[in-house]
């Protein structure tokens, strides 16, 4: 059975502080969706909800150093994923 949830993020870089105004795309996934994007605020926290889960979805991830993609697996409704770049 497919379900709809958020998935709360945060971005940071490699010396694990905060990425902020990044730009957060779904690209590809599993399941259908609509054109869904969130911008990270200054705790580097981004939300994107209304997501079918369970599912495998491609983020892309535009950032003051570049373009990152990176994919997550989302089992459950309300999930919190660290994204280092």
């Known amino acids: 059975m497919v379900t709809t949830g ?3 993020g ?3 870089n490699k010396q694990g502080m905060p990425i902020a105004d990044a730009a957060v795309m779904i690209k590809e996934g599993s ?3 609509n ?15 209304g997501i079918a889960i369970p599912g495998t ?3 892309q ?3 003051s150093s ?10 459950s409704p ?6 280092n770049l």
């Open 31 to 33: 399941h259908e969706f």
């Open 66 to 75: 570049g373009t990152t993609t990176k994919e997550i697996n989302i089992q």
């Open 61 to 63: 991830i535009n950032h």
């Open 35 to 49: 054109d869904m994007a969130s911008i990270s605020n200054a705790q580097g926290e981004f939300f994107v909800s």
């Open 57 to 59: 979805y491609v983020l």
């Open 10 to 12: 945060i971005l940071k």
């Open 78 to 83: 309300d999930t919190v994923i660290i994204i």
């Open 6 to 8: 958020s998935v709360k």
